[in-house]
């Protein structure tokens, strides 16, 4: 079966920005889009530039430096919006405007005050418009995760019709268990006529921690774009976190879906995101966090070193991670004493092992975690250290 190529839209510097206590200027938004272009997305949603001037110039800026992506800017289906998205988008090589409008019956009543065919008058004009600045146009759905999905299809048949090349179907609330999306997303493609001339997209928030599960849904059920963000950051709980798609569908090569990306830069990446936002990785973070590739218990650490498939699913050093840390603990048994010890020069014996490994365990039980310069202070105060 051939393989299917999955589009990466990043949208951290748009959706992943919005995240309240980060304020990023425009040289760190230039570091990260350069950064974003080499790892290999395909879109890099750049900003919201009609939201402030310096939204704008950023997205300017990011337009010229960017080599390889296509470069986006979201807008409302506003016509101002549309235009000063396309004065920013000017210079970029490939440009894209993102336009859409809320489309659940909450969005259509409460946000809007209107109805359900205005709106889908409003979002042709939208397209249409956008459409004058650029061939490529990304409709989004506002909410399409609560929209219903037979006027959820008559908005994408209508705005397919006014040109747009990308349908993006959002779970703005975070909401849809992963079969409603992908039962949505099939939906889409087997009733919206002409959906052969547009792709669909999934952009899913993390409110109940679904947003990866969803999108991976989606792509089985035919989406070929997944809107995501570095270390899932974003409004609320987030947006679908790119390192995890990306490895789940290169782990799981049965599914015959690819990306573009450079999953050695995924773990650096991470970090100069965290770093430039001020956003802390949790340690527990699937593919970023800092533990993801160490191993505290004994019964694993054995498993490890013996062969790291045994609990280890991905190789680090796929995603730019040297090596598996082996952390010596009080849960560690002798296997990773050893081991460590070996590291730092110490080919003990059996019996030298179960010496040191008493003195081991009552010093863990203090300190916690034991580092190199414990190991040396433990075999140095052990009965041993005049053997070795
Ligand atoms: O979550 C959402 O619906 C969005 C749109 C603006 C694309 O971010
Ligand atoms: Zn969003």
């Known amino acids: 079966m051939s393989h299917s190529n999955i589009q990466i839209f990043d949208t951290t510097l748009r959706d992943g920005e919005q995240v309240p206590g980060c304020k990023l200027n425009k040289e760190q938004k230039l570091i990260i889009a350069e950064r974003l272009d080499l790892l290999g997305v395909d879109v890099i949603e750049a900003g919201f530039p009609v939201s402030s001037p310096g939204d704008f110039a950023s997205v300017e800026a990011i337009s010229k430096i960017v080599k390889n992506a296509t470069v986006c800017g979201l807008t409302r289906s506003v016509e101002n919006d549309i235009k000063v998205a396309g004065e920013a988008l000017r210079f970029a090589k490939k440009s894209r405007i993102h336009t859409g409008?809320?489309?659940?019956?909450?969005?259509?009543?409460?946000?809007?005050?209107?109805?359900?065919?205005?709106?889908?008058?409003?979002?042709?004009?939208?397209?249409?418009?956008a459409k004058t600045f650029t061939e490529d146009v990304e409709f989004y759905a506002e909410d399409a995760g609560r929209t219903d999905n037979d006027y959820l299809a008559r908005v994408c048949e209508a705005v397919i019709a006014a040109g747009a090349t990308v349908l993006n179907i959002p779970d703005?609330?975070?909401?849809?268990?992963?079969?409603?999306?992908?039962?949505?997303?099939?939906?889409?493609?087997?009733n919206v006529k002409g959906?052969?001339?547009?792709?669909?997209?999934?952009?899913?928030?993390?409110?109940l921690g679904l947003a990866t599960a969803n999108s991976i849904e989606g792509v089985i059920n035919g989406a070929r774009q997944i809107e995501c963000t570095i270390n899932g950051i974003g409004e609320r709980a987030g947006n679908t976190a790119l390192e995890e798609v990306v490895m789940i569908l290169k782990q799981h090569p049965t599914l015959n879906l690819d990306t573009n990306i450079n999953t050695s830069l995924l773990y650096s990446t991470s970090q100069m995101v965290s770093e430039h936002m001020g956003i802390y990785t949790q340690p527990n973070k699937a593919i970023v966090g800092a533990n993801a590739f160490a191993h505290s218990s004994g019964i694993h650490q054995d498993g490890v070193i013996k062969n790291r498939e045994t609990y280890e699913i991905i190789d680090p050093k796929d995603v730019g991670v040297t090596e598996s840390a082996i952390v010596l603990t009080a849960r560690s048994g002798r296997a990773a004493l050893a081991y460590r010890a070996k590291n730092v020069g110490y080919e003990l014996t059996k019996l030298q092992l179960d010496v040191v490994y008493a003195s081991f365990l009552d010093f863990a039980d203090i300190k916690k975690e034991v580092d190199d310069s414990d190991i040396h202070k433990i075999i140095k105060s052990s009965s041993i250290h005049k053997e070795i």
């Open 172 to 190: 703005t609330t975070g909401y849809c268990l992963p079969n409603e999306y992908g039962a949505k997303i099939k939906y889409l493609k087997e």
């Open 195 to 207: 959906i052969e001339k547009a792709i669909l997209s999934c952009h899913c928030h993390n409110d």
């Open 101 to 129: 409008i809320g489309t659940s019956d909450s969005h259509i009543k409460f946000k809007f005050n209107s109805n359900r065919d205005a709106i889908i008058e409003r979002a042709v004009r939208a397209v249409r418009y």
